[in-house]
């Protein structure tokens, strides 16, 4: 089976306006102070698999075209001008966990197979491609147009971790810190999430999924496993027992052998079908949790923020998934 390529509501940065009764000469020290607090973050270099890629001076004109990369600049104050729409939201291509953060809509770029022409019409000065296949021809054919932050080093086929995304990306900004605050906001919404379900600790989790080619596991490592570990789950070691497939974070398995999914709990998400073919497949419903009811099935933008892993999703998802794990769990 081939799973898709394809996750803190906006932690808002506002600049505190001055009030009418400002001293004239406050406005020109606060802009003069911001302006070169942000060309102090300049130079910046950035390490990639591709090599260090250096930015002279802040981008104005962003086009973001991997998994998660729009979002992440959007959590940043940046506005990209291009973007690609990996779950298919549609509008400007963003979950309506960053809705309203965009002022102008972006030019809408394929996910796979983009335009180049369409990106090259764009007049970028600065291409984020952090999450994506890794390709070494996708890449130069990008960084010919401008300078482009590709994946780093072992995060091909999408396995860019998010920490690896926001840093790379907060730092190509020139707001490095600001992308520690998202960071350490994230951990500390994990945190307390775990902190009020003590019961979950060493819990066993399978993280499933369906598509019309059949059913697989996301394995350590990957994105999902990791949300559940941060809630105090633990990997499933049957799962983790089993080969990776090509895609580098995902285990195949044949519908005759469901019942690899046990585990204290099994989190599953249709993709590119409907919901009830895992809810009403029977052998599904056979396997031990589920029939116990310790399994949740979740889809729309529940799974789409699960799965997209931006801090922007992340905080969606823990917000509205940790209600149905306690539930199923409990």
């Not at 300049?42 to 802040?58: H, L, M």
């Not at 770029?109 to 996708?138: M, V």
């Not at 730092?171 to 003590?198: I, N, R, S, W």
């Not at 116990?292 to 892993?309: F, K, N, P, Q």
């Amino acid at each position: 089976m081939k799973l898709s390529r394809l996750g803190l509501a906006a932690v808002a940065i506002a600049a505190l306006a001055l009030t009418a009764c400002s001293s004239p000469s406050a406005t020109p020290a606060t802009d003069a102070s911001a302006s070169a607090s942000a060309s102090a973050a300049f130079p910046a270099t950035v390490s990639t698999k591709f090599g260090d890629v250096t930015i002279d001076k802040a981008p104005e004109r962003i086009v973001a075209l991997g998994w998660g990369d729009a979002e992440t600049a959007l959590a940043l104050g940046a506005q990209p001008v291009g973007a690609s729409d990996w779950l298919g939201f549609g509008g400007e291509g963003v979950g309506p966990w960053a809705k309203g953060l965009y002022t102008t809509a972006p030019k809408i770029i394929e996910t796979l197979e983009p335009s180049y022409e369409a990106i090259a019409a764009l007049k970028p000065d600065l291409i984020l491609d952090t999450k994506s296949s890794g390709d070494q021809a996708r890449y130069d054919r990008l960084s010919s147009i401008a300078p482009t932050i590709g994946v780093p080093k072992d995060g091909d086929s999408y396995l860019t971790t998010p920490t690896e995304q926001m840093t790379m990306i907060s730092t190509a900004l020139g707001k490095k810190a600001e992308g520690e605050t998202l960071l350490a906001a994230v951990e500390k919404e994990y945190a307390d999430a775990k902190a009020a379900h003590p019961e979950w600790a060493g819990k066993t989790v399978a993280a499933a999924t369906k598509t019309s080619e059949g059913w697989g596991a996301y394995i350590e490592g990957s994105d999902r496993v990791t949300f559940l570990e941060k809630l105090g789950f633990v990997q499933s070691p049957t799962i983790a027992a089993l080969k990776p497939n090509a895609s580098g974070f995902s285990v195949d398995i044949s519908s005759e052998k469901l019942d690899l999914l046990d585990a204290d709990l099994v989190v599953a998400f249709p993709i590119f079908i409907d919901e009830t073919e895992i809810t009403g497949d029977a052998l599904w419903k056979a396997i031990p949790a589920v029939a116990a009811g310790h399994s949740v099935v979740i889809s729309g933008d529940v799974s789409s923020a699960y799965s997209l892993g931006t801090t922007l999703a992340t905080k969606y998802a823990i917000d509205t998934l940790v209600p149905l794990i306690d539930k199923a769990v409990g």
